[in-house]
């Protein structure tokens, strides 16, 4: 008889060690995405068949801990259209808003700095808009780095040290 409450408790441990587990890997799954302040190096080479364009961007995303809705994104580099090199220098506003582990963002703000070259001449995609969407899958790969995806594809990993 005794066997028996014995197995009977140790099964019921199991089980509720068990119970306790899986609701603590759910739990930490489920924990929102937060991204802190991070930088990234973004190279770009286009080429349409009338054009060549290439690039390097120094990229520094700015999460403001105090604003949940807004990010500023400071973009600094180099340029080369049409066989021409053009300096970059800009400051971008956007609004997000985080749902899983996709960050969906629009540009509501450009600030060209007067060092900036490209001006309006670019028509490139990888160069924001004013008011152009983006949606990014984010992977955290740990505390410091986050992968930005675009359609199933790695964008640029961000890096906050």
């Known amino acids: 008889m005794k066997s028996k409450n014995i197995k009977k408790i140790?099964?019921?441990m199991f089980f509720l060690i068990?119970?306790?587990?899986v609701i603590y890997?759910?739990?930490k799954r489920k924990e929102p995405l937060t991204i802190s302040t991070c930088y990234?190096?973004?190279k770009i080479k286009i080429n349409d068949g009338a054009s060549t364009s290439e690039g390097g961007y120094l990229l520094n995303f700015i999460f403001d801990e105090g604003n949940e809705h807004n990010f500023s994104l400071v973009m600094n580099g180099n340029l080369r259209l049409h066989d021409k090199n053009?300096?970059?220098a800009r400051k971008y506003i956007f609004s997000y808003k985080i749902q899983g582990n996709y960050l969906f963002s629009?540009?509501?703000g450009i600030f060209i700095d007067p060092a900036d070259q490209v001006g309006e001449k670019n028509k490139m995609y990888k160069i924001?808009?004013?008011n152009q969407r983006y949606i990014f899958k984010i992977i955290k790969l740990d505390s410091n780095r986050y992968l930005f995806m675009e359609n199933l594809a790695p964008v640029f990993i961000c890096s906050s040290k």
């Open 10 to 12: 140790l099964f019921f």
């Open 18 to 21: 068990l119970f306790f587990c």
């Open 25 to 27: 890997f759910f739990f």
């Open 40 to 42: 990234s190096i973004f």
């Open 86 to 88: 053009y300096n970059i």
């Open 106 to 108: 629009k540009v509501d």
């Open 128 to 130: 924001p808009k004013l």
